[in-house]
Structures are given as C-alpha cells and as structure tokens.
C-alpha cells in the first residue's frame, strides 16, 4: 500500500477512435450524442462535481488551503492599508473561524444581478473586487473564485460583515443560501468574520493542523510588516501570535537562526517602480547551501521567473563588478558562486501579475525583471561601497566558492564520465533492473551489505535495482560539492541514478521514476534515512518534487500463532493484534534489522508492490524544510538539542 501526499484529479479521460467512411456512420454517430447528453452544472454544482480543479486535491493540502482562500481575502484588504489585524481560530468542533478589520464584505444590492453583494461573493464563481483595480491595486486572491470555493466546499458556512454600523449575517449550506442577508445588530467596528466546516463528503480527512496553518501564516506576517496575525487553536488551548515590525528582514533572520550568518545585519533594498513594488533582503551564513525564496503578492512563486532572474544576474553582475574595481581577482563568477551560503527574501507587489508554469508559480512579466535588476543592482553597490568591511566578508566566501566550484567540476566530469546507462559503466555494487523504462523501474537504496543481499535476492529483477549502501554517508551540510563528489556512497548513488546533481541535475535523464530509501527501523536507520534526505533535498529536489521519492516501512514485529504470521509496523499495532488473536500461544519476534529478514519475508513486506508500505516524500513548504535540515544537520548544537527536546514527546517506537 502506497501511501501518496496527494492525487491530483487529471480530469475525465478522453477516449480517442478511429473515424469510418459513409453517411450512414456518422449520422449513427450523431444520434449517440444530442443536446440531451450535455450536463450543465449550475452555480457551485461545478466546484463539487470537480473540487480538485478548484483547490489541487482533497488530501491534507486542500483542505488547509481552504483556509488560505479566506485569509487570502483578508491579506487583500491588508495590502490596501484597510485591515491591521487577522485571526484564524480552530473551533473546538473542527471548523475554522477567520476574522479581520477590514472595511466588510459589500452588502448592498448589485444593480445588474438583483441580489446583496455579498451573496454573489459568497455564491458565483468569478465574483468579487479583484477585476477592478480602483478596489484592488494589488491582490493574492486573482481570480474571484476562493470564497464562493470554500462556501462550495463547506458542510455549512457563516458570515458576519460589520460594516456601515450593522451587523449582516448569511448562512449558507454546501455552497446555497439558506436565507437572505440580514441585520442581526448593530456595531462600531468594520470587518468580517467567515465560520466554515469542510465537508466530509468531499474530504476524507477533515482535521486541521495548527502546525500547517501557523506555518503559512507566519509567513505572511512576515511578508506584511507589522501586520498582526493571531493563531488559536480551541481543542488545545494553544495560541500563536506574529507582527513583525521588521517584515522580510526578520524573514531572512527567521530563516538564518540556526546558521553562523558572516554579517550581522541583513541587506535590505526597498522601491517602487512604476507601480511594482520591490523589496529584497539578504544575508550570507558559513554554510553551502543557496536558500533564496521568492514572492509575488504573498504568493509563493516557487517555480521563480522573471522577478528572481532580475535580481540573481543584479547580485551576480554587482559581485564581478565591485571584485574587478577593487582588483580582489580575476576570476569571473558564476552565479552559483555568489549564491553560496545566501539566503534571501524577494517580495514583489505587482498590480497586474501574470503567471506561468506547471504550478502557475512562476512570474512571466517581462517588465519586472529590469525593475528588480535596476533596483536591486544600485542599491546593492551603493551598500558593498558604505560597507567595506561586510563587502570583505562577502568577496571572500564567493571567491572560496568559486575554488571549490572548480574542484567539482573536475570531480563532476569524472562523475559523468561513469553514468553512461551501458551496465558496464555502473556501480559494481549495483543489481540492476532489466527494465530500461524509467516509469516501470524502481531503485531500492538499502542500508548495509547484509540487508542489501537479501534485497538482491527478493527483488523483482525486472523491475527493481538494488544499490546497498556501506555505513553513513557524508552528510552534504557540512560539506561542499567538491567533497560530496569524493564520497564514494554518493558518488555510487549518482551514478546509479544517471542525472547528474545541483545545477547540473536533468530529470530527463532520471534511471528510475521511483527512488525508495529502505533502512533499519532503529536510531541508526533513522540517521541514515536523514542523510540521504538530506542528500536529495539539497541536489537532486527537482527529483522530491516530481514525487519520485519514498521511505519504505519495514515492519518492527513478526507474530506468529497456530501457523498464521503477522506483521506489524509499531507498539500500538502489536498491542492491538494481540488483544485480537490472544496473547496466549503467539510468538513475538522483535526485527533489530533488514538484515535479520530472510529474502521471503523481504519481499512480502516491504517489497512486494501488492503488500509494501510506502511513504511519499513530499515538500510542503520550502523554508520549513530548509530550517529542518539546517537544524538536524547544520554545525550548530544547541538548536539541534532544543529541537530533540521539544519533539522527544512524539516518538513512538524508539530502538537504541
């Protein structure tokens, strides 16, 4: 059983045929299909019949971004200069209440449609503020669809608009209204108020994190300075509060506390230009890894584009220009070189965005990236000239990145000369598939030669490759790419996969489609499957991305009784099964180790595709995972201790 983070609704297939000659054929053909086959969805019917073209899916991440739609709304009043003040609470009974200060939904009655404002928001698909730019300069929420979304969504949802000295309330119930808008009282304030339940008829799993929701929503307050941003959750009794007067630099703080930043104070640059805001803030830490993250309107423009090219060629132009008036080298750098060890916050606000690529993540206004160049490239000479000291510092780590850059790729061509994909030129220690489709061919990473043995032995050899792994490899954190290329675990793994790494990394030439990390189920397998994590996250994430990366679950426990065998994958699951099958009578094996498995009871469970547990790998936010990392993997001891200690509570199954 595999176990995806989520399954995207492709849409309905579309069966192709072969098209025959003769009237009489097609007229057949016709009759098939008249005006009587035609559905026509109306209101919200479209947005239930098809919810995950509206949201991405109804796993874990739809649901949370239900409530990043209603927060979206109040962010937009924010970017205005209308709201100060967001609250998102988890209501005891797992509904969610968001709540702000700004200036309420309209209520009044539209001209043309007849009805109170705010029932068309709450109601029509592409209805709202965010097509008038009188209203709207700048908005996150583009499309007019994420409450009337939610409400579609919603087993039942509420609305309180303070506005005008009145309270209004609707309610709605699966997206229809059950009442017109009414005045229920009378206030002093403005805002609005959106209580919702999502529907167990569309999710399987209604239950919110407030881990998840204060994550994001952290972010935002970050990326609205001084924007006070209140987290409750009511089944707990826990409270979370973020205004950060410092904006995107507290950001780049946030992010570098685990980190030896070599500059106390981070870059920050601020200007408009012709309407598009830009703010950028940077600073470099001892560390190798380039941690950049880049917004448009609060969105997260993970797939970057043309605002995140305007400042990488500015940063890297700036760098080769102040090294050359200075006579620091000779050498031009590359970019990779000046973004070693940086970490950086771009957040645009851009009155018409246009967006592009797979996740329509990626920024495609052509006008914005001289913005960001000019902008940025002026203001960051100016400071590397008033700041001779820092500016040192700076030229120092990109030239020694520099250095070691070419060590790589010394390293790296050595590298690629072995990952041709004729057999002879693999790992020895490799037992590859027959299998030369990627989309049919797993690679199984197994801890230790013992385990690694007994893999080879069970696998399917048409469609799985094993590659044992001896002993703990590098852990890439503490180390540059020159040194990651001369460890001879990863440079196997590598080669294996045929894609090469970083920069270089080409998915297109990915071996296998399906990466899975197989390691003993105590502190030493766990250490190991962080490594390689680790590993894949910092040079191969376009690989995590794709969702070709998993952890197998080998079970802890074999239980045998009157010649039925059982296994289990943890201490609940045992104590369960025995109170089923009797304590009486049964024999309990405790696995120490993969190695401990015969190839047969290998196969059956974790390896065989009809019967194995499989965990996706998936990233759902990106400087959450970077902050994990640097904190379990970095140089610094003490957020790793206060990290073992704030978490120790949650292990389950801890074998030393």
């Given at each position: ?13 579309v069966k192709s045929h072969t098209e025959t000659s003769g009237v009489q054929n097609n007229a057949s053909k016709s009759k098939d299909y008249s005006a009587q086959n035609i559905t026509v969805l109306k209101g919200l019917d479209a947005v239930r019949s098809r919810p995950s073209m509206y949201i991405g899916d109804v796993s874990s991440r739809g649901l949370h971004h239900l409530v990043y739609e209603v927060v979206d709304n109040s962010i937009d009043e ?408 001369e460890n001879k675990e990863i440079s196997s793994m590598i080669t294996a996969l045929g894609a090469q790494v970083g920069n270089d990394f080409d998915i297109n030439k990915l071996r296998y489609h399906k990466i899975v990390l197989m390691a003993d189920a105590d502190v030493d397998g766990a250490h190991i499957t962080c490594l390689l994590l680790t590993f894949f996250y910092r040079y191969m994430r376009p690989l995590i991305e794709a969702g070709y990366l ?41 696995y120490k180790g993969l190695g401990e498995m015969n190839p047969e009871q290998l196969w059956e469970t974790t390896m065989d595709p009809e019967a194995r547990t499989l965990k996706q790998v998936s990233i759902s936010n990106a400087a959450e995972a970077d902050e994990i990392f640097s904190v379990l993997m970095g140089e610094e001891v003490i957020p790793r201790r206060n990290f073992i200690l704030e978490n120790a509570k949650f292990v389950r199954n801890l074998?030393?």
């Amino acid at each position: 059983m595999e176990e995806p983070i989520s399954n995207f609704n492709q849409g309905e297939a579309v069966k192709s045929h072969t098209e025959t000659s003769g009237v009489q054929n097609n007229a057949s053909k016709s009759k098939d299909y008249s005006a009587q086959n035609i559905t026509v969805l109306k209101g919200l019917d479209a947005v239930r019949s098809r919810p995950s073209m509206y949201i991405g899916d109804v796993s874990s991440r739809g649901l949370h971004h239900l409530v990043y739609e209603v927060v979206d709304n109040s962010i937009d009043e924010a970017l205005t200069g209308n709201c100060t003040y967001i609250s998102v609470v988890i209501n005891k009974d797992g509904s969610v209440t968001v709540s702000d200060d700004g200036r309420g939904i309209p209520v009044d009655m539209h001209p043309e449609e007849g009805r109170s404002a705010l029932e068309l928001v709450m109601t029509v698909l592409h209805a709202g503020g965010k097509f008038d730019k009188k209203t709207y300069k700048v908005s996150g929420g583009l499309h007019g669809v994420g409450i009337s979304v939610v409400n579609a969504l919603s087993e039942y949802l509420q609305v309180k608009v303070m506005r005008e000295g009145k309270v209004h309330y609707q309610k709605y119930v699966r997206g229809k209204p059950k009442e017109d808008v009414k005045v229920i009282g009378d206030t002093n304030t403005n805002g609005t108020i959106i209580t919702f339940m999502p529907d167990s008829q569309i999710f399987n799993d209604t239950n919110f994190s407030f881990e998840i929701l204060t994550t994001r929503l952290r972010e935002l307050a970050f990326l609205n300075k001084n924007l006070k941003i209140v987290v409750r959750d009511d089944r707990s009794d826990t409270e979370q509060t973020f205004q950060y007067e410092g904006g995107i630099v507290q950001f780049v703080k946030h992010l570098n506390k685990n980190k030896n930043p070599l500059h106390d104070s981070p870059v920050y640059v601020s200007k408009t230009n012709n309407d598009v805001e830009v703010e950028v803030a940077l600073q470099y830490n001892e560390g190798y890894q380039e941690n950049i993250h880049s917004f448009v309107n609060n969105i997260n423009t993970v797939e970057g584009g043309t605002h995140y090219t305007g400042f990488a060629t500015a940063l890297t132009r700036g760098i080769n220009d102040y090294i050359k008036k200075n006579k620091m080298g000779d050498e031009k750098l590359s970019g990779s070189d000046v973004r070693e060890g940086l970490t950086a916050i771009i957040s645009l606000k851009v009155p018409n965005p246009q967006f592009e690529g797979q996740t329509k993540t990626k920024l495609g206004n052509s006008d914005v990236k001289g913005y960001v160049d000019t902008i940025f490239y002026d203001a960051f000479v100016t400071f590397l000239e008033e700041n001779p000291g820092t500016a040192k510092i700076i030229m120092s780590k990109c030239l020694t990145a520099a250095k070691a850059r070419e060590a790589a790729r010394k390293a790296r061509d050595l590298t690629r000369r072995k990952s041709a994909l004729d057999s002879a030129s693999l790992p020895g220690k490799l037992a590859d598939c027959q299998s030369k489709d990627p989309a049919m061919s797993e690679l199984y990473i197994v801890e230790g030669n013992s385990a690694g043995g007994s893999a080879k032995d069970a696998r399917t050899r048409k469609t799985q490759a094993i590659l044992p792994l001896r002993g703990k490899v590098l852990n890439v954190e503490k180390a540059r790419l020159d040194k990651i290329f001369e460890n001879k675990e990863i440079s196997s793994m590598i080669t294996a996969l045929g894609a090469q790494v970083g920069n270089d990394f080409d998915i297109n030439k990915l071996r296998y489609h399906k990466i899975v990390l197989m390691a003993d189920a105590d502190v030493d397998g766990a250490h190991i499957t962080c490594l390689l994590l680790t590993f894949f996250y910092r040079y191969m994430r376009p690989l995590i991305e794709a969702g070709y990366l998993y952890i197998a679950m080998p079970p802890l426990y074999k239980i045998s009784k009157n010649k039925k065998i059982f296994y289990v994958y943890s201490d609940e699951q045992l104590e369960k099964l025995l109170e089923e099958v009797g304590r009486d009578g049964s024999t309990v094996q405790r696995y120490k180790g993969l190695g401990e498995m015969n190839p047969e009871q290998l196969w059956e469970t974790t390896m065989d595709p009809e019967a194995r547990t499989l965990k996706q790998v998936s990233i759902s936010n990106a400087a959450e995972a970077d902050e994990i990392f640097s904190v379990l993997m970095g140089e610094e001891v003490i957020p790793r201790r206060n990290f073992i200690l704030e978490n120790a509570k949650f292990v389950r199954n801890l074998d030393v």
